[in-house]
């Protein structure tokens, strides 16, 4: 046969496919129907519509008229009751606040749940109850804690000794400076370690901060650690040029909003925090009912004669 003869035999069987593909889609109101007839059609010349009709044939006496059990397989229901996992009943009724724990009669259970404290994610958070544990009347839940808050003294030691190294390896990855400024700042904001070494850590946070403020752009992370950093050591001066420079970075800050109306009330600077809270509908910030409520309050409390 000539190659003219294949050309259009080709040809009417292309045409055949993307009308068979149309009428497919257009029954069964699926668009991945027909572009899924299309492409078996193509990939199998002849033998293609031959499956297409007998997978129709099965399909009318099955719902849903599709061909998603090709690829989700038979066993797939998304409303099968039987998929449903048994819930853990005592997992979720066996939680108690750390406050409450602390005044169970359950000794065991009081000992058990400060020992847990350490495998939570984010320990640092349940140092005030590690503290309140100590001065429980039951001595061995006292020395648990004792115990636990030396655990987590050295896990801390250990994480920022980590953050470190990491950094030093690779002074300017943006990543891991930001993480060892987050551990140093959130560690900075404890009791967890003594006076000396929390001077040792301070200079080290100062130093980290200080050369990412020296960047074009610091992150909002940095500027929002720096001014409060610099609101402990009543240094007043330095948290409004922070926060002068955040408002500038980021104008549509809502936490740099909230960090000047703090600079304003620490610096006791009502005239300034009020032509602050006067500007703020010109700033294309968005702010939340929290942050509502301070403005109004404040507001309110100028108005007042």
Known sequence: ????????????????????AWVTARQAGSLQKGAFCLVLCLALPGAGP?????WDG??????????????????????????LQKPDLYAETDRVPMEEALEVSDRSYRRRMVMGLLDVEDPLV?????RRALANEDGETSHYASVAIMELRRKLQQQLDEAEARWRRAPRDAGACAAW???????????????????????RYTALTDRMLRAERPSETCLHHGIRQALGQKNIARAQRLCSR?????????QAVRDQMEVCVQAKNGAGLQAFLAG??????????????????????EETP
């Open 58 to 83: 099965r399909a009318r006496t099955a719902a849903p008229w599709d061909y998603h059990e090709l690829y989700r397989g038979g066993e797939f229901c998304p409303d099968d009751l039987g998929r």
């Open 280 to 301: 703020l509908r010109r700033r294309p910030v968005l702010l939340t009912a929290p942050t509502l409520a301070w403005v109004r309050a404040f507001r309110k409390e």
């Open 181 to 203: 400024e987050d551990l140093l700042y959130r560690v900075l904001e404890t009791d967890l370690f003594d006076p000396e070494v929390r001077r040792r850590l301070q200079g």
């Open 126 to 130: 349940y140092l005030p109850a590690l």
């Open 50 to 54: 031959l499956l297409l009709w007998f």
């Open 246 to 254: 955040y408002l500038t970075l980021y104008p549509g800050s809502e």
């Open 1 to 20: 046969m000539t190659p003219w003869f294949w050309g259009l035999a080709g040809g009417l069987y292309l045409l055949f496919s993307l009308l068979d």
